[in-house]
């Protein structure tokens, strides 16, 4: 430790030895996008809470229909539980204190025999999830691979196998081509 470090004179960010140097251009354009990124997210939750996106998510989770969670509620009791406790629901989700209910498990039979593990979860927590995947997805869906088809929007393994298929025969189309008139 230096002598002025000793009397308390040293001042963090003068560059002085064992300050903190003055910002560098990359630092500043690190805090930059950091700064745009946090204001690109500062309101996600006000979005998850809009009104017109419960709706929204309401009318998704209404159309998918299903089974009740453990609470017992089912999707057609959804619309009257909402007009009592949308405030209550949004408020704890604005505050950070909502909490996802517990998941009721049942088996189903698999096609080739045995059983899987099913999770069902309450309504409620359906429309929550879907309230947050309606902003989440426009934002996050563009930025993944176009060779990802896992759980997005208009793609399926079935669409997968159709594209491996197409493009194998595209290969080996072209090489047949290729060989017969080379």
Known sequence: M??????GTSHHGDGGEGGTPTSSPGLQQ????????????????????????????YR????????????????HELADWLRSNQAALTTSLLEGTYQPHPVRGVQIPKPGGGQRQLGIPVVVDRLVQQAILQVLEPIFDPTFSN????????RSAHLVHNCKNKRIMSKMCSWAIGWRFA
């Open 60 to 75: 998704r989770v209404r159309a998918n229909k299903g089974k009740p969670g453990v609470d017992g509620m089912t999707v």
């Open 147 to 154: 060779s990802s088809y896992g759980f997005r929007p208009g």
């Open 30 to 57: 690190t805090f930059a996008a950091w700064e745009q990124q946090r204001a690109l997210t500062a309101t996600l939750m006000e979005q998850v809470c809009d009104p017109k996106n419960l709706v929204r998510a």
């Open 2 to 7: 230096n002598a002025e470090q000793q009397k």
